[in-house]
């Protein structure tokens, strides 16, 4: 048993090498292997395709796992699958993991309990591009001065005109909605259509982004626009990951 081999290592250790030495060498040692262990499964279980590094903080790791509560772990995982969308990146800290020792001592861990967790969901313009593009009609997102912008095209008189709006994007519980704000656009066009025709133009920018599907549970709670792609943050409680 796992419990057995971590208390017969440091006992070893310390008779061999003595404590103030050894016993941090073997606790070091155990929560490297046991870190390793755990980012597999949590590969396995989210789906994971950019790896995972699982870092659990705090002081000596040896009594949190035969005790099998961890105070305060971060988990970064790249790659996350999310619904029809890719995540680049989930960072997560999460407070209150129970992971049983007998599930480590199987070499497989099938269920975790978070009491609290907050993290980070990066998502990459080019990925949100290519589900929005296969709307009708196709939209695509970029940054424009802190904010975010979404262009597209419409039929109007028989003309196909472009338009461009930035959007106010809103946290919900499954994702993120874009409303657009007033159109954009130089189009002689645009500028006589009735203000009635003009609101239903905006609309075709609206968009939602659902991400029912992150990794522990966890619900929207904010987003932000960055350079390179928009930074959603989440959180939740009570979770429980796995069967």
């Given at each position: ?30 929560r490297t292997s046991v870190q390793e262990r755990v980012a597999v499964e949590v590969a396995r279980q989210t789906g994971a ?195």
């Amino acid at each position: 048993m796992l419990r057995r081999l971590l208390l017969t290592l440091v006992v070893v250790s310390v008779i061999a090498g003595g404590a103030v030495v050894a016993a941090p060498l073997v606790d070091a040692a155990v929560r490297t292997s046991v870190q390793e262990r755990v980012a597999v499964e949590v590969a396995r279980q989210t789906g994971a395709t950019g790896g995972v590094d699982v870092e659990v903080r705090g002081g000596w790791f040896v009594p949190q796992a035969l005790r099998g509560r961890y105070e305060d772990v971060r988990v970064v995982a790249r790659g996350v699958p999310a619904g029809d969308l890719r995540v680049e990146e989930v960072d997560a800290h999460l407070s209150g993991v129970v992971v049983p020792l007998r599930e480590l001592a199987d070499g497989r861990v099938d269920r975790v309990e978070v009491e609290r967790a907050t993290s980070t969901a990066s998502l990459a313009y080019p990925v949100l591009n290519g589900v929005l593009g296969q709307r009708q009609p196709p939209l695509s997102v970029a940054p424009d001065q802190g904010a975010l912008r979404v262009t597209g095209t419409a039929r109007v008189l028989g003309q196909d005109v472009s338009l461009s709006a930035l959007v106010d994007l809103t946290a919900q519980a499954g994702g993120v909605s874009a409303v657009p704000r007033r159109l954009d656009s130089g189009s002689a066009l645009l500028d006589r259509l009735s203000r009635s025709v003009l609101s239903g133009l905006r609309d075709r920018l609206a968009f939602q982004v659902p991400l029912e599907q992150l990794p522990f549970s966890q619900q929207v709670t904010g987003v932000e626009v960055r350079t390179t792609g928009l930074v959603v943050s989440t959180a939740g409680q009570s979770i429980v990951v796995g069967s």
